[in-house]
């Protein structure tokens, strides 16, 4: 017994260390020294949202701050906006490896706002009284509201530029997480609320919960709820004539699935399905699609994309690339490299060749209507869709702004690095990847909806996908984008 308490109390030290480690003023300025030689090497987008000498000067001001020993958590939290203030969504700042761990406790619910106010959707703590509906008005002493400002402000993942529909869908989507990452690891949280119907205020502390007392929560209240379509499942929906509506979840995939060729036989069954049911009004679902395969991205815009067409104009990298694309243990990339990649005038590098442009199916391709329902999270590949559709001057967008930019992205490759003392790690995309677009048919920065959607009360209430309905109604009235008029939403017809 002796034993197992003993290793009890090793492992949680461990856990405990980890989190309160604490830098000296020589490591974390090691490591900042170091983060801002791999940035400047690797990363293709320093200078594309901010100026370059800004952002030179931040690493300098942040340099002669670290003077005095500072936490690992605070140091997190200190390095942050050397990430953030590039404003590229894919670019990453990560806590060390081990911060994570399957029992890591997170606060228990899943957050929603109607307009300013933020509401409990999902409870799935232990307290079942605070009942779907209650209004959240405080954690740990914290406006909800600030609290929301605060983490889409300190973590830009799937959102780039000053584009704020990404950082505001996600950080809310994953508020726990974002919320674990910014303020380390918490037994219970004090909330302040109001019932439903109610105007008392109440305080109480609630308990935090690991991932699986969290999913199993989940499932037990809310399977009915729980959205599980299949990725490039096809639903006829009954109440229309005529009308699906194809959910895309992701454009990733593993290994396998590559090398079976399962997504494009998936994406082929898919259609012809849709052929076979007649469909002329087809509901892309992208929401929460946070990419994945360029190639795969393409593959679908075949389907409706009448004419050839080029995805993206030719990447380009920094110097730097080179290093992290040819490695010493493996001697293919060393004849790679050069046969894929040559120097451009900056000195860096850019592909050799275009290649050919995609060609339209013929067989299964689709001619009818789209539909395409995009929230926040909806980035990477899937902005490149959105965006090319747009640039063909097809589909009628319904929900919210994409994540990414029209232009393009920082993506394709990656090298994760780590910091030698905190362990922290960055995640730097290595290519500069422009869309094959026309910037007179931009909508906005990003890919704007045509017909914006947002959420009331009763649609939480009853946890009805509002989105869903609002484009099952446009579709009912006729109505699809102008893109030589402003779109009229339905309130105003």
């Not at 592909?351 to 299964?364: D, L, S």
């Not at 391709?365 to 559709?389: D, E, H, I, K, M």
């Not at 232009?407 to 990847?433: C, E, N, Y």
């Not at 094959?436 to 017909?451: I, K, L, M, Q, S």
Request: proline fraction near 5%; charged fraction near 20%.
């Amino acid at each position: 017994m002796k034993r197992v308490l003993g290793l009890v109390t090793f492992f949680l030290s461990i856990g405990f260390c980890l989190h309160a480690q604490t830098l000296r003023p020589e490591q974390a300025r090691a490591d900042v020294d170091y983060l801002k030689k791999k940035m400047d090497r690797l990363h293709p987008g320093i200078g594309q949202y901010i100026p370059e000498k800004t952002y030179n000067q931040l690493f300098d001001s942040l340099h002669l701050q670290l003077l005095r020993p500072i936490a690992y958590q605070a140091f997190f939290q200190t390095a942050t906006p050397l990430i953030t203030s590039l404003k590229d969504g894919h670019t990453a700042l990560l806590h060390r490896k081990k911060y994570y761990n399957k029992n890591r406790r997170l606060i228990p619910f899943y957050i929603r706002n109607v307009g300013p106010t933020y509401y409990i959707s999902h409870n799935l703590s232990s307290d079942s009284t605070l009942v779907r509906g209650t209004e959240l008005l405080s954690i740990n002493q914290q406006p909800v509201a600030a609290l929301h400002q605060l983490l889409q402000d300190v973590d830009r993942s799937g959102s780039d530029g000053d584009n704020q529909s990404g950082r505001r869908s996600r950080s809310l989507i994953a508020f726990s997480s974002y919320y674990y990452n910014w303020f380390g690891p918490s037994d219970s949280v004090q909330v302040a609320f109001r019932l439903p119907n109610d105007t008392l205020i109440q305080t109480r502390f609630v308990r935090c919960e690991n991932r699986k007392v969290i999913d199993a929560n989940l499932t037990k209240r809310y399977k009915k709820e729980l959205n599980q379509t299949p990725n490039l499942s096809v639903r006829v929906v009954d109440s229309l004539a005529h009308t699906a509506v194809l959910r895309v979840s992701t454009f990733g995939g593993n290994l396998s699935d590559f090398l079976t060729g399962k997504f494009p036989r998936k994406l082929k069954r898919a259609f012809r399905e849709i052929e076979r049911k007649e469909i002329t009004n087809l509901v892309v679902d992208v929401r929460s699609n946070g990419g994945g395969a360029v190639k795969n991205s393409a593959r679908l815009l075949q389907y409706w994309i009448p004419q050839p067409f080029r995805l993206l104009e030719r990447e380009t990298m920094k110097r730097g690339f080179r290093s992290a694309f040819v490695t010493w243990y493996n001697p293919v990339t060393w004849v790679l490299f050069p046969v894929f990649y040559k120097k451009d005038p900056s000195g860096g590098y850019t592909e050799r060749f275009a290649g050919r442009p995609h060609q339209p199916k013929t067989r299964y391709a689709y001619r009818g209507q789209l539909y395409f329902l995009v929230n926040g999270a909806s980035y990477s590949a899937t902005a490149t869709v959105l965006a090319q559709t747009l640039t063909n001057q097809l589909g009628t967008f319904v929900g919210e702004a994409t994540g990414g930019a029209y232009w393009g992205d920082f993506a394709g490759q990656f090298k994760m690095i780590t910091l030698p003392h905190s362990g922290l790690r960055v995640r730097i995309p290595l290519k500069r990847m422009a869309h094959a677009v026309d910037p007179r048919r931009a909508n906005g920065f990003t890919v704007e909806p045509d017909f914006p959607v947002e959420r009331t009360y009763d649609d939480l209430l009853h946890g009805r996908d509002f989105g869903m309905q609002y484009t099952l109604q446009l579709i009912k009235d006729g109505k699809v984008a102008d893109r030589g008029h402003a779109s009229k939403s339905l309130s105003e017809n």
